[in-house]
């Protein structure tokens, strides 16, 4: 397995105990959707390694204490202490309307409600307090505040998305 082929579900964050339980902090807006899950792959030295999943309790903050196949001791579990842990991206659920995970608006053509076409979306600035839209128009960077209300319609078949910035923000970036 590929990362290209997978989506990034968290990090292993702490011991849990010293029978081989960890911590999995989920990175994912609804921890609840990973709740059943059977294995995942953790990258070991650049290499996705498959794990298996024998229990699962989602705790509070997007933490989840796991136990993993044949990680039965505090050494094994210590070796997978901060790696990262990846699905394949036929788990990832499906969403529709204006929720859209990062990678997958990537690239598209955006366009502002006022000032039309105003670049290219070359990534989601995932500042936990503040997320930002970076676009690129003609060599120069605007960045939008992700907030509630911004994106206000997303046409996936033609990869574009539409937003709403605040009055003057695009402006200060084209002068």
């Given at each position: 397995m590929n990362k290209a082929d997978c989506f990034y579900l968290g990090y292993i964050s702490k011991l849990h105990g010293f029978k081989?339980?960890?911590s999995l902090f989920l990175d994912v807006t609804n921890p609840d959707d990973y709740k059943s899950i059977g294995s995942f792959f953790i990258d070991i030295d650049n290499t996705l390694t498959p794990f298996f999943v024998e229990?699962?309790?989602i705790k509070h903050k997007g933490f989840a204490t796991i136990k993993l196949k044949d990680v039965d001791d505090e050494f094994n579990a210590?070796?997978?202490l901060r790696k990262e842990?990846?699905?394949?991206?036929?788990f990832l659920p499906k969403l529709e309307g204006v929720n859209f995970y990062d990678h997958e608006v990537i690239g598209f053509k955006v366009f502002d409600e006022r000032k039309g076409h105003i670049g290219e979306l070359k990534s989601?600035?995932?500042l936990k307090l503040n997320p930002l839209l970076q676009i690129v128009q003609n060599k120069?960077?605007?960045l939008i505040p992700l907030i509630k209300g911004s994106v206000?319609?997303?046409d996936r078949?033609?990869?574009?998305l539409c937003i709403k910035a605040p009055d003057g923000l695009i402006d200060l970036y084209l002068q």
């Open positions: 081989g339980e960890v229990t699962i309790r210590r070796s997978l842990v990846y699905l394949p991206m036929k989601v600035i995932d120069k960077e605007i206000t319609k997303i078949v033609n990869k574009e």
